[in-house]
């Protein structure tokens, strides 16, 4: 592990062999992080939050890592733990190792107390995990998406950038890009026009856009992806070419 001499880490917390910290992250009291992990900067993680501890799969092996370094084999140590930079991951958070892939959250997060990435689940930026809420493994979460108190994801589920799930939901299907979702199953009920118009969509954008949102028409013709602000471009591109078996 790399000088820490820059985080600020409470002496209860136990980081084992095979953790990277960048600088200036704040680790509280009884956290425990086992390798192979690698964190970025700015992170704060509060107290009793569990990283890189085994996937839950009874085929898997389950080393104490917090007390032995890691062998350098995946299929024993598990494929790893990514977390990027200014994260706030809150009380009793749990993140676990990959099993196939790296587990992997960006960056600028809200993790909130409670809730668990499950194994070689891929958790975008800006996203904001609220308390309670608990994925299957192999999920894929985009940028900007919001998940509600309480939400269950299937394993394998896809939540696409922008989208808002309500709370106490059970996910079991794909939920579309800058959608709001709510039940059990959950459906989609709308588009978020309130996340759309704070990236500076005009009420004539969102409304060309909605057909496609909502998965009833193609992309707009015309370049209206190209015209869109800031990064919301790249985001529609991206989960236009998005491959479909993600389904």
Known sequence: MPDAAANRIHPTAVLGEGVELGEGNVIGPYTVIVGPARIGDGNWIGPHVSIGTPGEDRGREHPAAWETAPTGDPDHDGHGVLIGDRNRIREYVSVHQGTWRTTTLGSDGYYLRGSHIAHDCLVGSGVTIASNVVTGGHCHIWD????????????????????????????????????????????????????????????????????????????????????????????????????????
């Open 144 to 247: 900007g998406a919001n998940l509600g108190m309480g939400t269950v994801l299937h394993q394998h589920v896809v939540v696409g950038p922008g989208a808002m799930v309500g709370m106490g939901s059970a996910v079991r299907r794909e939920v579309g890009a800058f959608t709001i979702a709510v039940g059990n199953p959950a459906r989609v009920t709308g588009v978020n026009v309130v996340g759309l118009s704070r990236r500076g969509l005009d009420e004539p954008a969102i409304e060309a856009l909605s057909p496609w949102l909502k998965g009833k028409a193609d992309l707009p013709e015309g370049g209206l992806a190209d015209r869109l602000p800031g990064d919301l471009s790249t985001l529609v591109k991206a989960w236009d070419a998005r491959p479909r078996e993600e389904h």
